[in-house]
């Protein structure tokens, strides 16, 4: 690809809870650089995100160390199993998208096909998307059982 695209129009499409419409980017260097400061952006953002769950986590366990609820054993018998499985279902996950995430730096770094690339971008979405509902669950799970 780097002997074939020298410039390139990046379009980015808005982002869920973004106010801001899509945005695009002109960047003039070969392919392989453009990809490299892809994976880059992305390992930074990773980053990001999960130092922005920790601190969400902490949040959510001192707020619910200060809160008493009394149980209901039927009820929270049920709550409880899926609490618990939520933490490991959670990591599982993560693992997953660092590894959809390498996958992805290789195969454009071998310069794999556009529709290879998409299919693994397309893949990590669905992951993040999933560990999103899985995380909003835990926190309010966490606030009921508050460990």
Known sequence: MDNVVNKMLILQPRREGDAQ??????????????????????????????????????????QSQKKQRTIDPKRDGKLRKEYDKLMPALEKLEE??????????????EGAGYSVLQELTDEIGRVEAEIAVKEERWMELEEIFGE
């Open 96 to 109: 997953k998208k660092a590894g959809l995430q390498e996958e992805l730096e290789q195969k454009g770094a």
């Open 21 to 62: 419409a899509a945005t695009h980017r002109f960047f003039q260097d070969s392919f392989s650089a453009y990809l490299d400061e892809l994976s880059a952006e992305e390992r930074e953002a990773a980053a990001l995100a999960s130092a922005e769950l920790a601190e969400r986590r902490e949040a959510a366990v001192q």
